[in-house]
């Protein structure tokens, strides 16, 4: 697995909320991905759910954050680039902060990196990580099917 974030930070979030990172996984090792209905499904009581869902990939991701939520996530088929970058490098602000949605858009002004996701490779995104998503890993759009699971981020006390 590839994590954008750091082993001590991982650590830490699992030691936090154990029961929301095993309900995460136990989903993600579930034999009916490529099967399961597309949309939301949650997973704890606690707020952990998954969104399932199915596109084509893009030329040009948006960058975008999240405030409450860790997203793991994982392509079922297909693949794709994930584009990261730093909170710090945030830039000009494409669409405000939704708090229900826990979502913005925004520019990012500096360097990114890019990483393949794909079946092998799923990835964990902290809040403190800028990503854009679904970017095309080939010279045309891939059609792919990806669960994203939400795991609230949890403050260390």
């Not at 297909?78 to 990261?84: A, L, M, P, T, Y």
Request: net charge negative.
């Amino acid at each position: 697995m590839i994590f954008s974030g750091d082993q001590a930070q991982l650590r830490r979030q699992y030691l936090l909320n154990p029961q929301e990172w095993e309900a995460a996984i136990e989903f993600l090792m579930r034999d009916d991905l490529a099967t399961i209905e597309t949309g939301k499904h949650i997973l704890t009581p606690n707020g952990t759910y998954a969104a399932v869902s199915e596109y084509d990939t893009r030329a040009e991701g948006k960058f975008e954050a999240h405030r409450k939520y860790i997203d793991i996530q994982y392509l079922v088929n297909g693949k794709e680039f994930v584009q990261i970058a730093p909170m710090s490098q945030k830039g000009e602000e494409i669409v405000p902060f939704d708090e229900t949605k826990d979502i913005e858009f925004f520019k990012v002004d500096g360097p990114v990196i890019s990483v393949l996701l794909d079946r092998e490779h799923p990835i964990v995104l902290f809040p403190s990580d800028a990503h854009a998503p679904c970017v095309n890993a080939s010279d045309a759009p891939v059609y792919v099917r990806k669960v994203v699971v939400k795991v609230p981020f949890v403050e260390s006390v």
